[in-house]
């Protein structure tokens, strides 16, 4: 089942019409979003009692690869999504909840996430806003975030807030709604250098819903044992597949516009496996960290030494990203700088310097900072 996903996946661009160009990155990742949902791809992670094939962590990750492989839009959006299901489908015991998993995958809902608030500097373990008593016993947040990706294609939404008891303590929780695009309400629309192909916008928005759209563990243990790790793991393989795709346009580089008797060509070809070194490393570092998770999942717990690791191998991946885009540019030279052409890898290019910033790596390298002396690395 697993192998039937990742090849859609890998084949998803072969199976539409729009095609990649220069300012065209939105209308090429609207029709493989289209796709996905006809592939069944936005729930993999539901599981078989539900109605979905229950994927691993790893199955989502080469899943995720293979999408970015052909967009970095797709990919990162994929990537968010998947984080988000990923949790819902983990930590949704509610009656409620289940059926929210059953939709997703009987109607394909893309989820968006509204954990960021406009105040706490990015910190979504903080929140500001609070549940409040909505209309015909349902309950509301009125939220604004500083930036949402994709709500012109979610219909579900994670949102966080405050829970407020009676004797006036507060806890934060994690609820799942429906989106109902009327009561978003655009703040700013953020243009981006890269990832051009997602719509990226602040937001003032409310929710409704009823009790058993609240998640009743604490957001806090969600975002430890679920949401961050697996965010981290997909984005690292998007990355990764950014990283092929400017790697596979070095190589037809090298092999159809270098003659291989010229002079240049023995110190080409040592860049080359010198690039696809760090490559390996990358995908070496992801395969270490979905393994780890998989075993703190199954033994119900993450402990230091995997938290340090799940920050690290973002921090690492997108810095490896980095290295790999330069160093395919210089291969590559002005052919591989231009907009267009058989060679250009600029889209990706300016798709992976988002990788240090979203999360900011200083952020994670701050956050781990504060755990290493409980961290004991040994072979």
């Known amino acids: 089942m697993s192998l039937d996903h ?32 006809r592939d069944q791809l936005f729930s993999v992670s539901v599981a078989p009692d539900l109605g979905g094939p ?3 962590v790893a ?17 990162l959006i994929y990537a968010m999504h998947m984080s988000q299901a990923y949790t819902l489908t983990t930590h949704g015991k509610t009656l409620h909840l289940q059926e929210l998993q059953k939709r997703l995958h009987d109607e394909q809902l893309l989820i968006a996430s509204g954990t960021s608030e406009k105040g706490p500097g990015g910190d979504i373990l903080t929140s500001l806003c609070a549940i ?20 012109d294609h979610a219909g579900l939404i994670l949102v966080t807030a405050n829970r407020i008891n009676a004797n006036g303590k507060k806890r934060q929780v994690l609820i799942a709604a429906s989106v109902n695009k009327d009561n978003f309400t655009s703040t700013f629309a953020a243009g981006f250098l890269g990832m051009r192909g997602i719509h990226n916008s602040g937001y003032k928005f409310q929710i409704n819903f009823d009790e058993g759209a609240i998640f009743e563990d604490a957001f806090s243990g969600i975002a430890r044992q679920s949401m961050t790790p697996s965010i981290q793991i997909f984005w690292a393989s998007l990355w990764s597949g950014l990283a092929w795709h400017m790697i596979d346009k070095a190589k037809r580089f090298t092999t ?78 002005i052919r591989g700088y231009a907009m267009g052409g058989p060679y250009t890898i600029a889209e990706p290019l300016a798709d992976a310097l988002s990788a240090p910033i979203m999360v900011s790596n200083v952020r994670l390298t701050l956050n781990t900072a504060q755990i290493e002396r ?3 690395e040994r072979l």
């Open 6 to 37: 990742i090849t859609l996946a890998r084949t998803l661009s072969e199976r539409i019409e729009e095609k990649p160009g220069p300012g065209k990155e939105k209308a090429y990742c609207d029709a493989l979003i289209e796709q996905m949902r």
């Open 54 to 56: 229950g994927l691993s």
């Open 59 to 75: 199955d989502i990750a080469r899943i995720t690869f293979e999408i970015a492989r052909q967009s970095g839009s797709a990919g």
């Open 132 to 151: 409040e008593e909505g209309d015909s016993g349902q309950m509301k947040v009125n939220k604004e975030s500083p930036n949402i990706s994709y709500v």
């Open 256 to 333: 159809e516009a270098i003659p291989p008797d010229s002079d240049m060509a023995p110190v080409i070809l040592h860049e080359m496996t010198r690039i696809v070194d760090l490559h390996h490393s990358m995908n070496t570092m992801i395969r270490d960290a979905i393994a780890a998770f998989e075993n703190s999942a199954d033994a119900k717990g993450m402990g230091f030494a995997l938290s340090a690791q799940i920050n690290r191998i973002k921090v690492n991946c997108s810095e490896l990203l980095n290295q790999i885009s330069i160093r395919t540019l210089s291969v590559i030279g």
């Open 374 to 376: 409980f961290v004991d």
